[in-house]
């Protein structure tokens, strides 16, 4: 298993391009989910979903959108990027069932700045 | 509001000595626990977990966590730390029915 694959690893955006960072998951996990992390301010959930077809906002949405048309991959699309996007991505991904809770597995990364 | 607090943000300790990394968290339901590793450029992974039963929590690499109810927290520890050791950890916490939180890091510094 791949686990959890992000692509790209590292890109540079002007203000106001747009892009899409990249999730995939071949573990079968009904959750995903996709965090910020900005140093010394740990992770902040931009969006989550629980299922192909469903999406909800998290802490910090503004300024992102999602999308799950598959149970494999969670896209994160950026419109009219700004400056205070420079972050680190992480796409994460849990297997829940009930009242079950399973740990997150996390992907490795992808590191955004907009100049 | 439930949150989580790691009370120390940085934490030097010299090499094959023990360390503690604290995490408080405040919920007023019952939690599940979590530590998570990251090291230098990667993405996070599973340190330990408590979700039921034994308050001692063994995890990878050496380390341990005890869930205290009564202080509501999740204690970190390892009797004696190597360089590779050197990474942020965070803990999380998922009140029941609830979405993870995560608390903002510990950056454990390894000396020689």
């Known amino acids: 298993n791949a686990g959890v694959t992000q692509t790209p690893k590292f890109r540079i955006l002007k203000i106001g391009q747009s892009m899409t960072l990249q999730c995939a998951q071949d573990m079968n996990h009904n959750y995903m989910y996709w965090y910020r992390q900005d140093p010394g301010m740990g992770l902040k959930l931009i969006y989550y979903?629980?299922?192909?077809?469903?999406?909800d906002k998290g802490e910090v949405p503004n300024g992102y959108n999602v999308s799950r048309s598959t149970t494999e991959d969670f896209p994160l699309r950026l419109e009219l990027a700004a400056p205070s996007q420079t972050s680190v991505y992480f796409c994460?991904?849990?297997?829940?069932?009930?009242?079950?809770?399973?740990?997150?597995?996390f992907g490795p990364g992808t590191r955004l700045t907009v100049l | 509001a439930q949150s989580v607090t790691q009370l120390d943000s940085q934490v030097p300790v010299f090499e094959e000595a023990p360390v503690e990394l604290r995490c408080n968290y405040s919920s007023s339901v019952s939690v599940y626990l979590f530590w998570y590793v990251q090291y230098p450029n990667q993405g996070l992974q599973l340190l330990l977990k408590?979700?039921?039963?034994?308050?001692l929590v063994k995890g990878i690499n050496g380390f341990e966590a005890e869930f205290n109810k009564s202080q509501t927290s999740f204690h970190l520890r390892k009797p004696s730390v190597h360089i590779s050791d050197t990474a942020e950890y965070f803990c999380a916490v998922i009140p029941r029915g609830d979405k993870i939180i995560f608390g903002k890091g510990t950056r454990l510094h390894i000396l020689p």
């Open positions: 979903s629980v299922g192909a077809g469903i999406t």
């Open positions: 994460a991904s849990s297997y829940r069932a009930g009242g079950s809770y399973n740990e997150q597995f």
């Open positions: 408590y979700l039921s039963g034994s308050t």
